[in-house]
Each structure stands twice: as structure tokens, then as C-alpha cells.
């Protein structure tokens, strides 16, 4: 099953970046896989290189800046946003800022529908990756 993580925000916030659309997308593009890997993910997290507090948030806005296509949200204290956890999104954390990060599942029929035949492709493809050595030791 899929989660689906919700931003409940306390105070105001701006620390959450979604490119739109990408949650239709199957594979993430060569550039979102570069903007990933852009920095030490420990750093956002933690602010391992000990910068000030302006200087973090300063740092993880160019971070996010540099996902391609990627949405700013405005969230005021008491706004929700839900999404798909599939979507290309960025988010940082600064422990001056309160928010609650809370993981939940809304499925759709279709949704449901729809990971009901993917496992079932999954199930059957690695049932013919195991059935092809078998069958070549019974030919050889």
C-alpha cells in the first residue's frame, strides 16, 4: 500500500516544494534525479555544516530552488496539504518551525484497482524470470 504524507502546519510555512504532475510519471526525469542528489541529505536534515539559522534556510530554499519544475507552497498556520507520496516533492526542516508531518492512505477505487493489477504484473513476471532457469536445466 501507498502512504500518503500530509503537512499539518502550525505556524506559517514555506519548506514544502512539489513539481506538478510528476505523480502521473512512472520515473523520475535525469534532471530531478541530479536536483536529488545535489547535497548531503543529512545536511538538510541536520544542519551538519553548523550554519546559522538564516544561513540553513537559505541553504535548503537553493536546494529546492534547484528541482526542476518545482512548486513552492505558501501554508498557513492550520492549512493542510495533502499528496501522493509518488510526487517529486522537497521539503526541509527548520527546528525554529513547528509542523507535523502525518502519513495516511486515501485510496480511490481506481487507485486501488490500479495497484491491484500492478502486483499482479509484478507477481507474474518474477514467476517467468524464475520458471526461465528451470527451463533451461531441463533443456541443457
Not at 107 to 120: G, H, K, N, Q, S
Amino acid at each position: 500500500m501507498r502512504l500518503l504524507p500530509s503537512k499539518l502546519i502550525c505556524e506559517a510555512s514555506s519548506a514544502l516544494w512539489i513539481v506538478p504532475g510528476s505523480h502521473f510519471r512512472v520515473h523520475a526525469l535525469p534532471r530531478e534525479w541530479a536536483a536529488r542528489h545535489a547535497c548531503d541529505h543529512a545536511d538538510l536534515k541536520g544542519n551538519t555544516a553548523g550554519r546559522g539559522a538564516e544561513e540553513q534556510e537559505r541553504f535548503c530554499v537553493e536546494y529546492c530552488e534547484g528541482m526542476p519544475g518545482a512548486t513552492r507552497l505558501f501554508l498557513d498556520a492550520g492549512d493542510y496539504c495533502l499528496y501522493r507520496a509518488n510526487a517529486w516533492h522537497l521539503g526541509y526542516y527548520l527546528p525554529y518551525r513547528k509542523r507535523v508531518t502525518i502519513i495516511d492512505f486515501a485510496p480511490t477505487p481506481e487507485l486501488m484497482a490500479y495497484l491491484d493489477e500492478r502486483v499482479a504484473r509484478l507477481r507474474r513476471a518474477r514467476e517467468q524470470r524464475q520458471a526461465q532457469p528451470e527451463a533451461a536445466a531441463a533443456m541443457g
